[in-house]
């Protein structure tokens, strides 16, 4: 898709999310405006570059780096309902918290892999 189209459709759908999360979540702006475009960017480089969000992005050969790539990705999934469950959040801000860190790992893997690809169709 054309960039020109992709940012348009990334800001609506970024604040889809960022409204859904501060009507249902997290009745605050702030945070569902940063939730919103941390979104927003996500969507844009999934819609500009193409890249696959599930697909086979990230390979480890060595048996350490994966057990340690499992070691963080368990660590990604548990901290959000630690922190929550630390600090005493509501469980609507909890899910708040938990849609925050999905999408933030969501937008690396996407830019990260649009920037690897840009670069190697670099002449």
Known sequence: ???G??????????????GLVYRFFLPDWYPA???????????????AFDVSLLGAQIEFTDRSDK?????????LSVSPLALGESVGLR???VVGVIVWLL???????LATTAAHEEGSEAP
Request: hydrophobic share 65%; aromatic share 16%; charged share 5%.
């Open 1 to 3: 898709m054309s960039s």
């Open 5 to 18: 189209r992709s940012l348009p459709l990334a800001v609506v759908f970024g604040l889809l999310v960022g």
């Open 33 to 47: 405006l940063g939730i919103a475009a941390i979104y927003a960017g996500a969507a844009y480089f999934y819609l």
């Open 67 to 75: 057990a340690g790539y499992a070691v963080g990705l368990f660590g």
């Open 91 to 93: 469980d609507s801000a």
């Open 103 to 109: 999408g933030v790992i969501a937008f690396l893997l």
